[in-house]
């Protein structure tokens, strides 16, 4: 049995929580939680023993796995206790929004190699993972677009919004990522940004409910992503992988496979899954047990703290972008 | 100029003449109808010949291609005339639904050999034939199972229907002869049907609303044909040829290719095209230039009388098997 | 937690226990298997206690499901068994082969009314019972015509096929169970049946590569089913349900949602799901969710020992229906 | 009958001869083009006159529809022309590529006001319009974004490309006008355009393989245009309407509606449709309907010249933003 303890309760760190105790080989030892309501509700569900202390955490031997969900300003400071005491280390995107920081520690880690998986979780998607691997096997001959959807069924809360740096840093980070999953060696080169609100709401807490990037890869593949804080039909995420030779798709997943024909329409297909706990069930999944594997040494980590670090560095660019008007090199 | 005589204006004989008209190497030189207001109505859409006696048209040597859509009765008649004068014949389903009066003429068209098409549209329809040459080059191996669906947006007139033949001679003939195009040289050798209406009226005329129908042939296929003389979203028309190896399907055509997505649904598109003149529009021109090429020599018939004459037989193997109950051997 | 004695540990046993195991509010307590090299797997895997004389499960009071999936010819004893000790029973389809023991037991049944289950996986599919929903919410008006398709990727074992009892009750019999489903309180009247194979292995063991059943309800509901001992592009069941309005679709789950575009196809998607344990995943997960209701007391079961009965019934009707090759009624 | 007089028999020029000729309500009387082999051909196509000095055509009183498809530079000449002599105008996208002159037009034509008609094609498909209306029946809501993919099956000539104004010019103008079709009377104020090129032709000729622009309205809607000169399975058009409760997509259009199921994929259908005759059949058909209607003066038209010019003022703010790589105002 593999130990694992869980730094952060909040929604989030409750999702991994139970994907935790699902899986066969992870333990949910501790849970590390200052909020007492929460400490009291993971120590309910799951009978792993809360500490307030964290150090006492690291410094137990019998904890395998350090689970980094916590807000996004204590990142940093775990990684690096994790990377003292040699423990594996998962942490939740994004990293410190201080991106100098994130740099020193980049350094570290490249030093150091500890075991660490980021929480890019569409990088374990099957369907976005499988046409990578279609890409691979050249079914579309030399890749020139990448083309990326990605709409969020509704909005989070709004303090949430206030501090989540943004849908660059809290959102998109995820699609910077996935493109530079496609890419592989191929580097972003440039970056352009821009961004519309119908809701008043982003406008007073500086945020954007749209957002469109163009990026350009050095060998001239041209990135487009589309981002929605809002939509009516549920997680709408889909990739367009456009090469010489052909197209590939990986779409979306709708509540169950039944269609309805009547005067008005045909093949009427039910709405997308509406809840990101279930549009990435088998991504969370194959997660876990790539970090299983990864502190067993069988595997290499399919997401890195540089992954993280680079998917930053766009994010800003993109704000960059922004405030100039203009295409931002990087 | 290939000249056509057109038998018969009724609603499927003015749709012939519409297309007969656009048709570039073909002119419409004679229209024959009993009905004064039909072929007035003719005469000014077209402005052609208005002929009562039918004779003169056999006769009169411009005439090239004889077109009949005249009722059903006079099939027969027409047919042999067309053979006498040397003509080539396109001919409505079904034949004549005296099947004995059918075979001396098959032994007749047998022996002259004459330039003959019947109407069977659909095994002119891209889609349909398409999965036919599909199946020719090996794509899903051994055929072992043809399924076609073949519902109508809306039932014909009472009056038609009383005279139609009823629902396996008038509508199911066209599936019956598919299932023949699909099997080649591979015959059908024994049936079973069973009927249902609701709607009261199918009973008081002694025809069926609904009529499902499972052949077997001699090499082992089965074949299940289903029909509805209504359906609320449009022609529903669709072939389904299973395999050994894999599945061809032949579906539908909707209105446009557009889809809408809300919190109801997604992916929902347009119903299907509701009108036979539509449905089956790029069927209807294919069959005129293979009749032209059938003319000039070049190709041979892609539906011939012996086709139709078969499809009847398999009509009445259905009527028996409602009569009797059980399965009728061919 | 509910304790659950498993009968039976073979292949679709030990899904069960798979399934019973990581369900949390059931605890795999005995598993009662003969063969002793699958009874030592199961301690293995599940450390529960292995018990061949099952009078003693049965006498446990601590058991609180009875869960068979032992031989067909072992359910009757068992569920009587578990009547008498007032257990709650699941048990796997099909029922005794005898279907006069059957009647005996049902009369039990009604009198004494256990708490009992059938393995009629296919109810609890979330798309196939969406459909019922839909159908009740009349979105398709009048039910008219109820199409299933059901083809397994390939056969099982010739072992299995030689003592399964036969295509109509090993394989089609969840079909029959649908159909019943969707029809409510209208009941089979007539069925029709018709068979083929073409790998002689069929003939051998007296069963059957293909087979196709047309039923017609009390109501005049006409119900097509179609089944196939192979598919090569996966587990292809769908439904189709017709109505006056409009029509229902309960499709297919392919592997992943993603589509190739080239220079000779569009929209490719990947082939179907390919193992049951994939396919029916979310309908095991609601049964035994449903299993633990009813053993609390809370819901009615979805699927009595009288659905298992009469689709028996039906099953049986169908071999009368192939040998004098006529309707059947009931 | 209305009479037609078409300058251009280049290939696009004989595409609309064969379109007009098989018009009912129009004739061919003119042909005007300068080349002999295929003025000749024009003569033996529709035995219309060739007539080699323009002003003749404009003169002639019996002319009463000018179809403009003669080379770019000539566009400006014609529509004055036409406008003196009191023509229905039709005239192919782009106008001239010296915006002033197209500007000094504008303004003579918001005074005369003649029956003009651009060749936007677009406009008139069937599928793209179907989702304006459907926009304006509010089924999505307030329009928030538009995403039109655009990629053409193969690029034209060399020796076409290298006057064809470009990539922004002669193609994504199509998508340009689009985008103001669905907008309204919101217009847009900003642009920023990206391209890349992979072949190395597209750099010798100073044209681009790929491009993508995002453009902003001042309402705040984002759109997103990409095109390709390249698609290895067809013409791949689609339009995607985001709102605040749904979206519209207008999809692309198969060779015909079959699909092919076997162990490496399920539902994979033919490609698209190659060639551009084809795909806009319906819309050039709708096209000259509507044009004989604004000749009658019983419609609007659809794609005025205002149209014209202010796509290709979009195109060249493109050209700007490629130059300054930075957001264009407009």
Do not use: W
């Not at 920081?101 to 369907?127: A, E, T």
């Not at 740096?165 to 191929?186: A, S, V």
């Amino acid at each position: 049995m593999i130990n694992v303890a869980l730094l952060g309760f909040g929604r989030i760190g409750q999702m991994h929580a139970e994907n935790i105790n699902k899986n066969k080989d992870l333990k949910l030892l501790y849970v590390y939680e200052k909020v007492d309501f929460l400490s009291k509700k993971a120590k309910k569900l799951y009978n792993c023993k809360i500490e307030k202390n964290y150090s006492k955490i690291f410094q137990d031997n019998n904890v395998d796995i350090i689970f980094i969900s916590s807000p996004t300003n204590t990142h940093i400071k775990f990684i690096e206790e994790g990377m003292v005491y040699k423990k594996t280390i998962f942490c939740e995107k994004p990293l410190d929004l201080n991106i100098s920081k994130n740099l020193k520690l980049l350094k570290k880690i490249k030093k150091n190699k500890p075991k660490i998986q980021l929480g890019f979780n569409r990088r374990y998607d099957p369907g976005h993972f499988s046409i990578k691997k279609d890409l691979s096997k050249n079914k579309i001959g030399r890749l020139e677009k990448i083309i990326i959807t990605s709409r969020d069924p509704a909005p989070p809360k709004t303090s949430y919004l206030k501090s989540s740096g943004g849908i660059f840093r809290d959102m998109m980070i995820h699609d910077f990522d996935l493109c530079r999953m496609y890419l592989g060696k191929d580097e972003i080169s440039e970056v352009y940004a821009v961004t519309s609100s119908f809701e008043k709401i982003y406008k007073k807490i500086k945020d954007h409910e749209l957002a469109v990037v163009t990026m350009k890869s050095k060998k001239g593949v041209i990135c487009v992503i589309t981002n929605s804080r809002h939509c009516s039909f549920g997680y709408d995420q889909r990739v367009e992988l456009f090469g010489k030779k052909g197209m590939l798709l990986s779409g979306n997943k709708e509540i169950n496979s039944t269609e309805l024909f009547n005067k008005n329409q045909s093949s009427s297909k039910k709405p997308f899954l509406n809840f990101f706990v279930d549009r990435y069930e088998d991504a969370h999944n194959i997660q876990l047990k790539e970090l299983t594997a990864l502190h067993k040494g069988t595997i290499k980590s399919r997401s890195t703290f540089e992954d993280g670090y680079v998917a930053l560095k766009l994010a800003n660019a993109c704000y960059k972008s922004l405030r100039l008007k203009k295409t931002i090199k990087l």
